[in-house]
Every structure is written in C-alpha cells, then in structure tokens.
C-alpha cells in the first residue's frame, strides 16, 4: 500500500471488519505507527461503544494518578523480618525436639539405672531444626532468599538463634528435672551447632547436621546405652573439650563464611 490508506479502509479497520485480508491490515497498522494524521482518522472512525470505554479507562487512570501511589502493606516488613529468622517449617521439628526432651525426662524417672539419657540426647537437640533452617527442600521461599545480601552466614545465624531459643530452654528444664549439669546439658548442644555451621561451609548445612547426629548416635549414645555409662566427654572433666570445639567450630565457620553462599550449602 502506497500513501496514505483509504478512509473507507480506515473506517472498516476501526470497525473490526473480518472480511479485510491480512495483507491490508497489516499495511495500515505498519502505516499507522508512523502516521499521526491517519492515527487521528483512526480514532474518529472507531464505533461509539469503543470511543466510551477509551473515555472511561482515561478517566480511570487519570484519577488513579491524581490520587497517587497505593500505600505499601505494613504486613510486608513483618513477612521480610520473618523468613530472616524463621520458617514455619522448623515449627513441627521443634515440637517433636521438646516431646522428644520430654520423653527422656520421664524415662529417666522410670529406668534411673540408665545413663543420663537427656545429656546423650543435647549434643544432638538442635540439629533437626539447624538442618531445616537452611534448606531448599523446607523453605517455599528459598529461591529469593538464597539470592539476597543478606543469605549466608548472617541468615543460618538468625535462624539457628530461633532454634536455640526453644532448645535451650528446653534443655534447662530437662537438666532441672532429671538433676544433671546445666553446663554440661549446653556446651555440648552448642559445640554440636557451631560444628554443623561449619562443616556446612564445606558439604552443606543439611548433610552436616545428618552426619553429625548418626555419628554421634553410633558412636556415642548407643555404645552409652549398651554399656549403661556415660562417655568421658559428658562427665564434668569434658566441659573444657565442649568450650573448645564451640570456639574453633566457630572461628572455622567464620573463615569459611563464604562457602555457605554456595549453592550446595542449602541443600
């Protein structure tokens, strides 16, 4: 098509007529991005139930911009504040840690004979729910976490402090009730978490944390359990041995900060 389209052409094109061919519509269309004055014929031609839906979406924009922009929903600061340092998914972990707790206290009451089942149980009380912290497969909004400034170590930090603060307590009880040490009940709950953080730098938070409980359930608490004696390292002489991995797990985690923004440290 050459020069300007025909205005009867125009007229059929604002009206929808179906029976023009592809080849003309699309001429006038090339032809009316470059072409005010047929632009103008064009919103002239166009029926009236067009040009009073046009008339009523200006209006509308016109007076959504007079008023301004929208206030921003005050929830979302309380939802951005609470994937830092939680996931509603550490919630039944928890529980099942404190029943679990609850459980070895009133063992013990029953069987006294047997070691000190709340201080075979400690090392290992918050690891389900530091595994849980920092993973993929529990957080439904890893993917825009993961991909933050604040992902890594200050993120695991803030959330593993959750995770403390239900099992340290519930381990003081626990220690309360059963008349063990309290200091030897946290060091080594402590130990065991400074441990999985760092060895998370390096093979991933989760498999850490799983390695870290079988091995200790392997080669401590059920040789313990067979033997009805507790290990040397949860007698009174140990709690040196606790604060001393605490601190050199997490000098290790903080040199090794940088390998838990690795992809494989979520997992």
Avoid: K
Avoid at 83 to 104: E, F, I, S, Y
Avoid at 236 to 253: E, Q, R
Wanted: overall charge positive; proline content about 8%.
């Amino acid at each position: 098509m050459t020069g300007h389209p025909n205005p009867a052409v125009i007229s059929r094109y604002a009206g929808g007529d179906p029976d023009l061919d592809e080849a003309t519509v699309w001429s006038v269309e090339v032809h009316l991005e470059e072409c005010p004055d047929c632009r103008a014929r064009l919103t002239g031609s166009a029926p009236v139930d067009v040009l009073s839906l046009l008339d009523r979406v200006t209006a509308g924009v016109d007076q959504q911009i007079a008023a301004g922009p929208a206030p921003m929903p005050r929830r979302r600061r309380w939802s951005a504040a609470r994937h830092r340092w939680l996931v509603w998914q550490l919630v039944p972990w928890l529980c099942m840690t404190a029943a679990v707790l609850g459980c070895a206290v009133l063992l013990q009451a029953v069987q006294p004979s047997l070691p000190s089942l709340v201080l075979l149980l400690a090392p290992v009380a918050p690891l389900p729910g530091v595994a849980v912290a920092w993973s993929r497969g529990s957080d439904p909004a890893w993917e825009l976490i993961a991909g933050t400034p604040a992902a890594g170590l200050p993120l695991l930090l803030r959330r593993t402090a959750t995770v403390l603060a239900v099992i340290v307590p519930a381990l003081g009880l626990a220690s309360t009730r059963t008349g063990v040490s309290l200091a030897l009940a946290l060091l080594p709950c402590l130990a065991f978490t400074t441990a999985a953080i760092a060895l998370g730098a390096v093979v991933g938070v989760r498999r850490a944390a799983v390695g870290l409980a079988a091995g200790w359930g392997l080669v401590v608490a059920l040789p313990a359990l067979l033997t009805t004696r507790l290990p040397v390292v949860l007698e009174p002489a140990g709690i040196a041995f606790w604060a001393l991995v605490t601190v050199v797990s997490a000098a290790f985690a903080l040199a090794r900060s940088a390998g838990l923004r690795r992809l494989s440290s979520h997992n």
